[in-house]
């Protein structure tokens, strides 16, 4: 079993920038994958970014390259996501996700493929 608990979320200026941080407890043997995804309300939730391999590989949407990152402290076992930039359309829940994945990741794993979510951050970025 893998819990998963996200902080940092809240409300910031559109150009502000937020930390989120996602803390894993549990059998942390069970996943080598960490990845965020967020849900905006009437939308589909969509990935974010994703880190394999204790971060040693990171995969990003298009739509925040450039302006979030992914890392990984694996002594701590947590993930973070720094973003910059911010603007509101990356106004969402966001979530963190673990899997075990198998072979290379080049594009985020699908919502389906991560068995174990926290309960969620809120970011808001008003204009």
């Known amino acids: 079993q893998v819990q998963l608990v996200e902080s940092g979320g809240g409300s910031v200026q559109t150009g502000g920038s937020l930390r989120l941080s996602c803390v894993a407890s549990g059998n942390t043997y069970a996943y080598n994958s960490m990845a965020w995804f967020r849900q905006a309300p009437g939308k589909e939730r969509e990935g974010v970014a994703v880190?394999?391999?204790?971060?040693?590989?990171?995969v990003y949407a298009d739509s925040v390259k450039g302006r979030f990152t992914i890392s990984q402290d694996n002594a701590k076992n947590t993930v973070y996501l720094q973003m910059n930039s911010l603007r509101p359309e990356d106004t969402a829940m966001y979530y963190c996700?673990?899997?075990?994945?198998?072979?290379?990741?080049?594009?985020?794993?699908?919502?389906?493929?991560?068995?174990?979510w926290g309960q969620g951050t809120q970011v808001t970025v008003s204009s």
């Open positions: 880190t394999l391999n204790g971060g040693g590989t990171t």
């Open positions: 996700a673990a899997t075990f994945i198998v072979g290379v990741v080049t594009v985020i794993p699908k919502e389906k493929e991560f068995g174990h």
